[in-house]
């Protein structure tokens, strides 16, 4: 059977590559989307979409219980776990079915299978029916990532769990260890800790949310702190001893271990990429520490072959990789495109404050050797965060005194995930201190803290 021939491949069908297909497909190229699992990838199906949805339960839950601050009545508060999790797969379910109707709308031929490299311009798939030998001058890798696993710390779906067990409990947690605290670690922490589970955050860094400046990280933990969490930094989980039902963890924290009994542990502690079985040794492109190595344009090195996304390395977010997947399917079509500049990408964790940042933080501009002004802004001071009554929070400005350049933006509490997009677009336009001050803020809105703390750099902030 003659092989057949497309404008380009994307193997991998997750919020890059899907993209990436679509794109190209716009700008008229024949293309073919292989994915093995399913359309949508992790971000659809395990990632973001059905955490949010699970995180929103747990929201609404939080809030129930604080009715009588608002002049409400709950009574009998309670919450039933099964039918949380059926809200997150049927949200889940939606969109990637209309990842689904997208392809075929925008006549992509999608094959599900297991595809290889075997050439620089021929992929073969194995399919359920046998296999299909296809062509491409365009071949783009996006294939994602996975949960990294430490040994001895290996995930078993019963006592020891991966996000995908999380996403899918067997039961609720009541005495919950969570090891590491990026974003999903903090985040399944804050989800089950909301619902009544006695949560603990082992972090092996010298601070939980490692990425974010410190003033937040330090905010965020006496919140987490607030609301029960026990958080343990500096601090790491050196074996665990299951037995049934129960799992005695031997943490190690300032040269003393100590050992912690849990029913169930989460283990968050990074991502490997997806190499494996795609031939990529055979035509010589280059992995390093699992993931794959490019440019700034997602070339491999390899003609013709670029690699997006999770498989190309950080930062891990869904949107950086739907970016790329854009840039490399006009480069296809023979544009010029900007190539995506990874310190203007926002990152949001959907914890219990939220937490949002884009840039550089206080301290990594400093190391850069930039003089700084920095503004602070807390959500105390805001009308519309007292209505709300959300008035725990900040906002940190971080500019170059010499020129006003934006260098970074930093949030912790209520809706900053959704602010956040304001200082995004605003390095994107790279506006200055001045531009940000004349711009008018709409009243009573949370985003007239991002006004404040763009004076308060400047020593010019007019409500706090």
């Not at 605290?181 to 092996?204: C, D, H, M, P």
């Not at 949001?348 to 930039?370: D, F, I, N």
Request: aromatic share 6%.
């Amino acid at each position: 059977m003659a092989a057949q021939s497309y404008d380009m491949i994307v193997i991998g069908a997750g919020p890059g590559g899907y993209v990436a297909a679509i794109r190209a497909a716009q700008l008229g190229l024949k293309v073919a989307v292989v994915e093995r699992e399913h359309l949508g990838g992790i971000c659809l199906n395990w990632g973001c979409i059905p955490t949010k949805a699970m995180l929103r339960s747990s929201e609404v839950f939080h809030l129930m219980h604080r009715a009588k601050e608002f002049g409400l009545k709950a009574e009998k508060i309670d919450y039933d776990l099964d039918a949380v999790v059926k809200r997150s797969r049927d949200v889940a379910k939606q969109l990637t079915s209309g990842v689904g109707h997208l392809m075929k709308k925008n006549k992509i031929t999608t094959i599900m299978g297991e595809a290889k490299l075997t050439g620089k311009d021929k992929v073969s798939v194995k399919t359920e029916k046998g296999s299909e030998e296809l062509t491409a001058k365009t071949i783009v890798l996006a294939t994602g990532a996975r949960a990294r696993e430490l040994p001895g710390l290996e995930a078993d779906g019963d006592l020891v769990w991966t996000y995908k067990h999380a996403l899918k409990p067997p039961r609720m947690p009541k005495k919950l260890l969570v090891i590491g605290s990026g974003a999903i670690g903090i985040e399944f922490a804050s989800f089950y800790n909301t619902l009544g589970a006695e949560t603990t955050v082992v972090e092996v860094m010298d601070r939980i949310l490692p990425v974010e400046d410190a003033e937040i990280a330090k905010f965020a933990k006496k919140a987490f702190e607030k609301q029960g969490m026990k958080i343990m930094e500096k601090s790491t989980v050196k074996q665990l001893d299951r037995a049934k039902g129960k799992v005695t963890a031997h943490i190690e924290s300032g040269g003393k271990t100590e050992k912690l009994e849990f029913d169930t542990v989460i283990s968050a502690v990074g991502i490997v990429g997806n190499t494996e079985n795609l031939g990529l040794d055979d035509l010589g492109i280059k992995v390093d520490r699992t993931h794959v190595v490019v440019d700034e344009y997602c070339r491999t090195g390899v003609e013709g072959i670029y690699a997006i996304g999770d498989l190309a390395g950080a930062p891990w977010l869904a949107h950086k990789a739907s970016h790329e997947g854009v840039m490399v399917a006009e480069m296809a079509a023979g544009g010029h495109p900007h190539p995506v500049r990874p310190d203007s990408i926002a990152g949001c964790t959907y914890c219990h404050p939220q937490v949002a940042s884009v840039g550089l933080t206080e301290a990594k501009a400093k190391e850069a050797g930039y003089d700084v002004k920095i503004g602070n802004f807390p959500f105390i001071g805001n009308g519309k965060a007292i209505a709300l009554g959300e008035a725990e929070g900040m906002i940190k400005t971080v500019f170059d005194s010499k020129t006003g350049e934006l260098l970074g933006a930093h949030m912790v509490g209520a809706e900053v995930t959704e602010l956040i997009q304001g200082y995004v677009v605003g390095r994107q336009l790279e506006t200055t201190e001045e531009d940000l001050m004349h711009t008018v803020f709409p009243h009573p809105t949370l985003s007239e803290m991002m006004h404040e703390s763009v004076l308060d750099a400047y020593g010019r902030a007019v409500h706090y």
